[in-house]
């Protein structure tokens, strides 16, 4: 008898002192600690100063791309604003939005099929420059019309203001070529 009776006790402690709650984690910081002061080797051309922008942009760029891998110039144009910067590999174009949709639209026509598969992209705002960039990282995928495919890799960065894309950077990475077993 007293052994049960002590085992029932024993269980009760036991059962009262387990708390199924989350204890909230106190963080204690040093008010006295000083924040390190970083000095990079070389000094931008661009704010470092950023936060994240509105996916909105995103949104926009994406569907631009769409369209373009769709072959619909008009609507992958539909956001450039009437006055917009281009760069390229071994081009660069600052012109009029149709233009610059000529010139992109004849290099187009000469592709039956594009596709662009993304790793991911991130839109950024720079509240010193008031500038909101979309950067996108993807494979771009092309067959000509004689049958040749080909692939690239992609970061772009698309500079937006008042709702409208005025720059597009484009930046290329070729594959290398396939190792052939002997």
């Known amino acids: ?55 909105k942009h995103a949104l926009m760029v994406l569907n631009c791309l769409k369209h373009y891998v769709d072959g619909d110039m008009k609507e992958t144009f539909a956001d450039f604003a009437d006055t917009v910067e281009f760069f390229g590999d ?3 174009f600052s012109g009029s939005r149709d233009s610059l949709a000529k ?20 839109t950024t705002f ?18 000509d019309k004689k049958g040749k495919t080909d692939s690239l890799y992609y970061t772009d ?3 937006i203001k008042n709702g409208k894309i005025v720059e597009y950077d484009e930046k290329q990475r070729q594959f290398p070529a396939p190792v052939v077993k002997k």
């Open 1 to 55: 008898m007293k052994q049960s009776l002590f085992m029932a006790g024993l269980c009760a402690c036991f059962l009262l002192s387990c708390n199924s709650e989350p204890k909230p984690e106190t963080v204690k910081t040093d008010s006295s600690a000083t924040q390190e002061t970083i000095v990079y080797p070389f000094t931008p051309k661009y704010s470092l100063k950023w936060e994240p922008g509105d996916e």
């Open 90 to 92: 071994k081009f660069h």
């Open 126 to 143: 720079y509240p010193e420059q008031n500038d909101t960039w979309v950067t996108l990282w993807y494979t771009e995928t092309w067959t």
């Open 157 to 159: 960065d698309v500079l």
């Open 103 to 122: 010139i992109i639209g004849a290099e187009r026509a000469e592709l039956s099929s594009v596709s662009k598969v993304f790793d991911t992209w991130i």
